[in-house]
């Protein structure tokens, strides 16, 4: 049985940094391309970043970019995604996934694409 599990969610202040881990067990998140998303209140889950499991590809969404990075750490099974210069419309649950013959990244922001997710951690950036 797949599980996906996210910590490393709080609460942070404008500028502030998180790291936030996705372990798994049932399944070798090295074998897969691992999906990182959130979802603001309100708001449609989107896709924030990714990582491919064959070319090592990454992608990230616009607003993210030089902000974000993601890597995965294969001793632990677990993939993390590192967030520097945090502000308040990072605010969201953040949750992984990736799904059944998912190894590359393409498309990665379908939700509907993905077939595994975690219970999601809580990202509050606010002063």
């Known amino acids: 049985q797949v599980q996906l599990v996210e910590s490393g969610g709080g609460l942070v202040q404008p500028g502030g940094s998180l790291r936030l881990s996705c372990a798994a067990s049932g399944i070798l998140l090295d074998d897969y391309a691992i999906g990182w998303f959130r979802q603001a209140p309100g708001k449609e889950r989107e896709g924030v970043s990714c990582?491919?499991?064959?070319?090592?590809?990454?992608y990230f969404l616009d607003s993210v970019k030089g902000r974000f990075t993601i890597s995965r750490d294969t001793a632990k099974n677990t993939v993390h995604l590192q967030m520097n210069s945090l502000n308040p419309e990072d605010t969201a649950v953040y949750y992984c996934a990736t799904g059944n013959f998912r190894y590359y990244c393409q498309g990665y922001e379908n939700v509907d694409g993905m077939d595994y997710w975690g219970k999601g951690t809580l990202v509050s950036v606010s002063s």
């Open positions: 990582i491919s499991s064959r070319d090592g590809t990454l």
